[in-house]
């Protein structure tokens, strides 16, 4: 069963996404949402996984891989938005938005402005959007990454984007491939890394409650050394309660590392959080899972 490619038009550009529908009034749908500088590619090993089971949709995000050219004038609140738009125009009621790294950011903001939409929540190596989490001199970076991709030599920077994100084969190549979009063009790949991470400081200083009040589990590879991802998802499960799962050996991308192990995960999420009958999906603050 192909993905059908579908655009959606925005004041800054369109918006490219893949959608595969399966038919039922109480059909879940699995809504996935790239990291930032990734594209929908990193999702295949999902998509392939979940597609006849639940109606599956993924993006291209706003500036990245098809959704280009884009007026980088937008705030997380945008895409959140627009992403909103995009359900609504496919009758998508009740989503529930997997999303890895950027992806989790985006889909904190609509839990902030759709509540009662959110169906489910699967943040995969991101963290949590709420402002006292992170540190002043953490922002004041964030807001400052522009010149550091600008600058840094293109063939290094492929080489230690890919392996600073993966630790497998297929994880490292995806993510060279993807990087590879921007070959001949970093200042384009600096401007868009740069916005992403002004965005992400933007929405953290706005002080949002960024409630997740649906069923949610957190993912996170226990060799993820992107920022400080595993003491932000240390923190976020033992302030929240919600669950943690440790993928061993996998890196910032663990669902291109250890595909199987995260696909189940979310699957069991939805077999036990998600039907009619379950009670909600927490657990006791510190408890570690697996």
Known sequence: ?????????????????????????????????????????????????????????VWDAPGHGASCPFRLEFSLMDKAKWLDGILCGEAIRHPVIVGQ???????????????????????????????????????WLLKRMEPVYRYYPWKALLKTGAKGVATSAYGQKLMYDMMMTYEGDQKRYARLSGHGFRMLAEAMEADLAYEIKCPALLICGEKDHAGSCIRYNKAWH????????????????????????????????????????????????GRRQS
């Not at 550009?13 to 929908?40: M, R």
Request: aromatic share 10%; net charge negative.
């Open 101 to 139: 790294s950027m992806g989790g950011y985006v889909g904190q903001a609509y839990a902030e402005l759709f509540p009662d939409k959110l169906k489910g929540f699967v943040a995969i190596d991101s963290a949590p959007l709420q402002r006292k989490y992170v540190t002043g001199m953490e922002l």
């Open 238 to 285: 033992k302030n929240t309660g919600i669950p943690l799962a440790w993928i061993p050996g996998a890196g910032h991308n663990s669902n291109t590392d250890e595909p199987e192990k995260v696909n189940a995960l979310i699957e069991k999420m939805l077999d036990t959080s998600l039907s009619p009958a379950a009670p909600p999906m927490r657990s006791s603050p």
């Open 1 to 57: 069963m192909a993905m059908e490619e579908r655009i959606y038009q925005t004041p800054c550009g369109a918006i490219h996404y893949w959608i595969s529908k399966v038919q039922g009034a109480e059909t879940t749908t699995l809504v996935f949402l790239p990291g930032l500088t990734a594209d929908h590619r990193l999702f295949d090993k999902q998509i392939e996984y979940f597609q006849g089971k639940y109606t599956v949709l």
